[in-house]
């Protein structure tokens, strides 16, 4: 797949902003934050209130769409280009996963989670939870405010998520998708089967 003009022109998604900085790593995201034209004190702030890796990238970009006037997929080709990385990058945050066969049933798949598989997914997830919590859907703006409810607590921040994704009914698959994004489908499945 590669970008056409009506990509290129369009502003990418909270989601697809977390899908990018996650395939990148720190140091190429900081040179892309200049490159989109951030100013270093934005960085250093963000650094100080993030100071997980994974959420640093996610938080630095998701800065960068709320400060620019066109945050558009064609800013950031263009920035990827001036800090060497391959601009086809883009097209993998748009790129749909398909769930593996696993020791889940297909039929179980379809069903809402319960809160028993939502904490004991809360209690293994690790520091991923805001790449996580993007991947399901929740918008920027939802997952600082859920950082900062729960600055030092993991966990808590983790069953805030699922808490707010639980609302919207939707089916394992969303979450079984969510946490192939994530790279962490061993541990949805092993606790999904027990």
Not at 94 to 104: A, D
Not at 166 to 191: E, H, M, W, Y
Request: net charge negative.
């Amino acid at each position: 797949m590669s970008l056409g003009e009506l990509e290129i022109e369009q502003c990418p998604t909270d989601q697809q902003i977390g899908r990018l900085a996650a395939g990148l790593k720190q140091e190429v995201v900081k040179e892309l934050f200049v490159h989109l034209e951030m100013p270093m004190n934005k960085w250093d702030e963000i650094e100080h209130n993030y100071p997980c890796s994974a959420d640093l990238k996610m938080f630095a970009m998701w800065a960068w769409k709320q400060k620019a006037e066109m945050p558009t997929f064609g800013a950031l080709k263009y920035a990827l280009t001036k800090v060497n990385q391959d601009f086809h990058k883009l097209c993998e945050v748009f790129r749909e996963v398909e769930i593996p066969s696993c020791s889940i049933p297909t039929d179980t798949l379809t069903c809402i989670p319960d809160e028993s598989i939502l904490e004991n997914l809360s209690n293994s997830i690790g520091n991923d939870n805001m790449q996580l919590g993007l991947e399901l859907g929740l918008k920027g703006a939802e997952l600082q405010d859920i950082a900062f409810q729960h600055k030092t607590r993991l966990m808590e921040q983790t069953r805030e998520i699922f808490r707010r994704w639980s609302k919207r009914r939707q089916p394992l698959s969303v979450l079984a998708k969510a946490f192939i994004r994530i790279d962490k489908f061993g541990v949805f499945t092993r606790c999904c089967s027990n």
